[in-house]
């Protein structure tokens, strides 16, 4: 069983930065890509950023220049720096892991989510 973990969400003033930090667990033998997305009431579930297991990244063009998504294979937790925070980032934002659980089987995995509210 893998679980995804996530903390740093909360309320910050437009202009303001938060971090979020999510961490794998579990029976893991190799992760792949992990990422973040986000879900605003109303809207779709987007992807904002996401890092590949060689360090690789892309980015939603509207939070490229202030978003930076980073990871620590170590701890198995990627960590999304959140910079210039605007009204309009305010969303539930969710980490995803595509993991590798046996030689012969990878999965792809969400954490439960953290709000960010940005106030203006």
């Known amino acids: 069983q893998v679980q995804l973990v996530e903390s740093g969400g909360g309320l910050v003033q437009a202009g303001g930065s938060l971090r979020l930090s999510c961490a794998a667990s579990?029976?893991?033998?190799?992760?792949?890509?992990m990422g973040w997305s986000r879900q605003a009431p109303g809207n779709e579930r987007e992807l904002v950023a996401r890092?590949?297991?060689?360090?690789?990244?892309n980015y939603a063009d509207s939070v490229k220049g202030r978003f930076t998504i980073s990871r620590d294979n170590a701890k198995n937790t990627v960590y999304l720096q959140m910079n210039s925070l605007k009204p309009e980032d305010t969303a539930v934002y969710y980490c995803?892991?595509?993991?590798?659980?046996?030689?012969?089987?990878?999965?792809?995995?969400w954490g439960q989510g953290t709000q960010v509210t940005v106030s203006s």
């Open positions: 579990g029976s893991i033998f190799r992760i792949n890509a």
């Open positions: 995803n892991a595509d993991i590798r659980v046996t030689v012969l089987k990878t999965s792809d995995y």
């Open positions: 890092i590949f297991s060689g360090g690789s990244t």
